[in-house]
């Protein structure tokens, strides 16, 4: 993961946003910073007091790390020390929660909640096409800017932290509302107490110090972002450099025309030229159907269908084929090969009817789906439900 991160940094510019849930409803703290060297450049800080509203300002091409913080997040001190504290710790479910820690001297000071309420704010910010790449829960890394704010307290979002000669020492929850926000300088930056979680939360991401642990989630695909942005720069750097090598190969010709005083010569490798390009067109649109037939020039990979497909079947059903572009028949000798490019061929088993009903239910809410149908579902003789379904993929 560490290694993946380090390739996301040299990217530079990315956004943070501050999810701060309450009763009546949740608001968002955006900041969104440049980094230059060793030196982080604010470019911009805005509160929304909606989603709708965050995700028409926001740009959706920069990564971004989510941090959840307010109403069902825990703030716990564990003392090392303390018995009770360290069998708390021992006997926490982190397979349920999500959490963010900072361990300062003898005590650990942790973040956490539920995981499906972290699960709910990243499905809305990936289903919008969000390049989410990290996720951190509470206030606590604030405590890593204490040596640059130099202050024995500092207000981070609702949480006074306190700090002496040798750290972090404990924290009080501020229940009532603060008339004024409490501003810190950092560097050349003023930065209010909401948003200064929301840059210990970039200095762990840049630096990654040991003292912090966390919940890694499993439903940020980094590597998709990774290759996303490694494929644009590509193809942005091999047309850069393709319209040059045109514009030098257009002046050459230019020169050396005119330094060609037969023009019968340049007729006859006008013409072979001419007849060259006709034969590449004909390559290219003889390569473009063999894509097309094969439907490999889909937008989407062939493992993203099986990732997907895989992901939402149930536990008590079991897949023992998963055919992504079949065979559109039975290969003979001398024959070509012909694929059926929108089509997924899914064997399994299950002992389970209603679960597989349920799971027939939930593919048609995919996208992608066009249709699927239900080839063959026959009992064997120990009641297990062997069945073949034939599913059609959209034109993307």
Request: charged share 25%; aromatic share 12%.
């Amino acid at each position: 993961m560490l290694a993946l991160l380090s390739k996301i940094i040299k990217i530079n510019t990315l956004t943070i946003v501050g999810v701060s849930r309450a009763d009546h409803g949740d608001s968002f703290n955006l900041l969104t910073v440049k980094r230059k060297g060793n030196k982080i450049d604010i470019l911009e800080t805005a509160t929304y007091d909606s989603y709708e509203e965050l995700k028409k300002k926001i740009d959706i091409k920069l990564p971004v790390i989510v941090a959840l913080d307010g109403k069902g997040v825990l703030n716990k001190k564990i003392d090392f020390n303390n018995e009770g504290d360290v069998n708390w710790q021992k006997n926490v479910d982190y397979n349920s929660i999500y959490f963010t820690a900072y361990k300062s001297g003898t005590a650990n000071y942790m973040s956490f909640c539920r995981k499906n309420a972290v699960d709910e704010v990243l499905q809305k910010f990936i289903g919008d096409k969000f390049q989410v790449v990290d996720v951190y829960i509470g206030a606590f890394l604030t405590a890593l800017l204490q040596p640059a704010v130099n202050e024995k307290k500092i207000l981070s979002g609702d949480l006074m932290l306190e700090f002496d000669d040798e750290g972090f020492t404990g924290f009080t929850k501020q229940f009532a509302e603060i008339p004024m926000k409490l501003k810190y300088k950092i560097g050349d930056d003023s930065i209010n107490s909401d948003f200064i979680p929301l840059y210990g939360v970039l200095v762990h991401f840049f630096l990654q110090p040991k003292e912090v642990t966390k919940t890694e989630s499993g439903m940020l695909n980094v590597e998709e972002i990774i290759y996303k942005k490694a494929f644009t720069l590509f193809g942005t750097i091999m047309l850069v450099g393709f319209l040059l090598s045109l514009m030098a190969s257009y002046l050459l010709i230019q020169y050396y025309g005119s330094k060609n005083a037969e023009l019968n010569l340049q007729n006859v490798y006008s013409n072979q030229s001419y007849q060259l390009i006709l034969e590449m067109e004909k390559q290219k649109e003889q390569k473009e159907n063999i894509l097309k037939e094969s439907g490999f020039s889909s937008s989407k990979f062939l493992t993203y269908y099986s990732y997907e497909l895989i992901k939402m079947t149930p536990g008590d059903i079991r897949l023992n084929e998963v055919n992504i572009v079949p065979l559109a028949k039975e290969v003979k000798a001398n024959e070509r090969v012909l694929l059926d490019p929108k089509t997924i061929l899914l064997k399994g088993e299950t002992y389970n009817e209603t679960s597989f009903n349920n799971w027939m239910s939930n593919l048609k809410t995919i996208k992608w789906i066009k249709k699927f149908e239900i080839n063959a579902l026959k009992k064997d003789k120990k009641n297990k439900s062997q069945f073949e379904v034939k599913i059609t993929i959209k034109d993307v």
